[in-house]
C-alpha cells in the first residue's frame, strides 16, 4: 500500500503566486524526500528532511515536516512556468523508500 | 557530467520475448534500484542492490530479473515480458542507501503488445 500520499492530486495557479502541496504518511519515518518530475522524464531531488528537523529551505522551496501529523508539505513560493511539473514525497521508513502518486501541478502564465 | 544512464529509452516488444533494460552510473554509488511508474500509482521499486553481488526484490518483483556484477552497472531483465509489464521504467542510484538522495535515470518506456 502507498505510505506517502500527495494532496492535492493536481494544482492549477497563476505565475506568481505560491504552490502548497501536502503528504501524509502512516508510520515513523527516518527521512522525508520531495522530488520533481517533467513530464515523462526522470525524477529530479529537491529536498531531504529528517525525522528530527522541522523546516527547511532550499531557494524558493520550504518543506515543513510535522512528525506528530504524520504530514509534510512543499512550498513554493513566486511560482514560475518552469515549476509546472508532478511533484513526489517519498518516506524512508526502516524497510524501504515508499512513494506517493504526486501532485501536478500547473503554472499559468 | 555526474548521471544515470539507460538505454533503450524506448522499446516495443512482443510478449515472451527477453529484454534488457541497461542502467549504468558514473558515480561510484553503492545503492542502485529499478522502479516502474504507472498512471495513478507513483513510483514501485522493483529490485535494488546495495552493493555488487547484492540484489534483493523490492515490491513488485515478479517477472523481473537483476544482476550486479560490477558496480556501476544494473541491469533489468525481463525474461518473458507481458503485457501488464508496459509501463516506463527508472533507474536511480544513491551513494549509500536508499536514504540518501536518489539520482534518476531518464526513464524506459516499454510497450509490450
Known amino acids: 500500500s502507498q505510505q506517502g500520499e500527495e494532496d492535492p492530486q493536481a494544482l492549477s495557479i497563476q505565475e506568481g503566486e505560491n504552490a502548497t502541496m501536502n503528504c501524509s504518511y502512516k508510520t515513523s519515518i527516518n527521512n522525508l524526500q520531495w522530488y520533481r518530475q517533467n513530464s515523462g522524464r526522470g525524477l529530479v531531488h529537491l529536498i531531504l528532511?529528517?525525522?528530527n528537523e522541522r523546516e527547511k529551505h532550499s531557494g524558493r522551496l520550504r518543506v515543513t515536516l510535522d512528525t506528530s501529523k504524520k504530514s509534510s508539505s512543499l512550498l513554493i513560493t513566486a511560482s514560475r512556468a518552469a515549476d509546472t511539473a508532478s511533484y513526489f514525497c517519498?518516506?524512508?521508513?526502516?524497510?524501504?523508500?515508499?512513494w506517493g502518486a504526486g501532485t501536478k501541478l500547473i503554472i499559468k502564465p | 557530467e555526474a548521471q544515470v544512464t539507460q538505454n533503450p529509452r524506448y522499446l516495443i516488444t512482443v510478449t515472451g520475448k527477453k529484454l534488457t533494460v541497461t542502467c549504468s552510473q558514473n558515480m561510484n554509488h553503492e545503492y542502485m534500484s529499478w522502479y516502474r511508474q504507472d498512471p495513478g500509482l507513483g513510483l514501485r521499486q522493483i529490485y535494488y542492490?546495495?552493493?555488487?553481488?547484492?540484489?534483493d526484490k523490492g515490491d513488485v518483483p515478479e517477472g523481473y530479473k537483476v544482476s550486479r556484477k560490477e558496480k556501476r552497472n544494473f541491469p533489468l531483465i525481463l525474461e518473458s515480458p507481458s503485457p501488464n509489464q508496459t509501463s516506463l521504467y527508472f533507474c536511480?542510484?544513491?551513494?549509500?542507501?536508499?536514504?540518501?538522495?536518489?539520482?534518476f535515470g531518464p526513464g524506459t518506456r516499454l510497450t509490450v503488445t
Open positions: 542492490s546495495m552493493n555488487v553481488e547484492v540484489t
Open positions: 536511480a542510484s544513491s551513494p549509500r542507501t536508499r536514504s540518501y538522495e536518489q539520482y
Open positions: 528532511i529528517r525525522s
Open positions: 517519498a518516506t524512508d521508513s526502516n524497510y524501504q523508500l515508499i
